[in-house]
């Protein structure tokens, strides 16, 4: 068995991260897979040769300006599909759910990288989109996969479960990533055999993976949420032994508004 470690890192266009994503990846504690989110780039523009150059292999599906999501890694996934594949994509929304979903396989053990749409506000049809997108998740994971498998998903998720998840969470009851609608059907997936395998490590307050650039100061009083997750199946929370979030990511000059969090496994 070895220590394999895994991140998700919403970059928020991942051509502007590059001299961040070039730190954390050319550091000592640089995961061996990494889920971005919100990649912000049509696959032709996607930098493959500048991860290529850092040890990594590249798989990504994107889109200009918005979404788009990718999984780096040392090595090439065994099998790989974009999208949710269910059949049930509006036409109108097929290419962005295809940048929004990524299934890889690595021998026995399954990466889901998500990128949940946000919803907008309670009163749009984006939100009840958002809310279809995760019963479309749980019936991907009873399609494809059994609550016994090495099964990890990972990404910016959109939802804040708890009160611990967000700072000041009397004032978000109807923000579309705290109402409880969404806490509900959230809880709903996880209730299939997963774990929040971040929460089994950091389990106590102001553990958050995003800061909103339009609160001042967000990072530095730590005003913040927990919408980037780790979560897996039994087996794989056993198998985890560390969840780190990489702040200082968040700290350096033009970054993203999420920074990416880190769970290591004995696999």
């Known amino acids: 068995m070895s220590i394999v470690s895994i991140a998700t890192f919403n970059v928020n266009s991942v051509k502007s991260?590059?001299?961040?994503?070039?730190?954390?990846?050319?550091?000592?504690?640089?995961?061996?897979?990494?889920?971005?989110?919100?990649?912000?780039?049509?696959?032709?523009?996607f930098p493959k040769d500048f991860f290529k150059g850092l040890g990594y292999h590249s798989l990504y599906k994107g889109m200009k300006s918005y979404n788009g999501v990718a999984v780096i890694s040392k090595i090439e996934p065994d099998e790989a599909e974009f999208g949710l594949c269910d059949g049930l994509a509006d036409p109108n929304r097929e290419e962005s759910e295809?940048?929004?979903?990524?299934?890889?396989?690595?021998?026995?053990?399954?990466?889901?990288?998500?990128?949940?749409?946000?919803?907008?506000?309670?009163?749009n049809t984006d939100y009840q989109y958002k809310l279809r997108f995760f019963n479309r998740i749980e019936s991907l994971f009873e399609r494809k996969f059994t609550p016994k498998d090495k099964l990890?998903?990972?990404?910016?998720?959109?939802?804040?479960?708890?009160?611990l998840d967000v700072a000041n969470p009397k004032n978000k009851m109807n923000h579309?990533?705290?109402?409880?609608?969404?806490?509900?059907?959230?809880?709903?997936?996880?209730?299939?055999?997963?774990?929040?395998?971040?929460r089994k490590h950091l389990p106590g307050e102001g553990e958050y993976?995003?800061?909103?650039?339009?609160?001042?100061?967000?990072?530095?009083?730590?005003?913040?949420?927990?919408?980037?997750?780790?979560?897996g199946t039994e087996v794989m929370s056993e198998a985890s032994r560390k969840v780190w979030v990489e702040r200082s990511l968040r700290a350096m000059e033009r970054p993203s508004d999420h920074t990416a969090v880190v769970g290591s496994f004995e696999l």
């Open 98 to 123: 295809n940048a929004r979903v990524i299934m890889a396989r690595f021998g026995d053990l399954n990466i889901l990288n998500t990128y949940i749409p946000q919803g907008k506000e309670i009163d």
């Open 152 to 163: 990890l998903w990972l990404g910016d998720l959109n939802v804040a479960p708890t009160a």
């Open 209 to 231: 993976s995003f800061w909103d650039y339009r609160i001042k100061d967000a990072l530095s009083r730590n005003i913040g949420w927990r919408i980037d997750h780790i979560i």
């Open 176 to 198: 579309v990533c705290f109402h409880k609608d969404v806490k509900e059907v959230f809880a709903r997936v996880m209730s299939w055999g997963l774990v929040d395998i971040f």
């Open 17 to 45: 991260r590059i001299p961040i994503l070039e730190r954390f990846l050319a550091s000592e504690g640089a995961p061996d897979i990494l889920c971005l989110q919100e990649t912000k780039c049509r696959d032709e523009e």
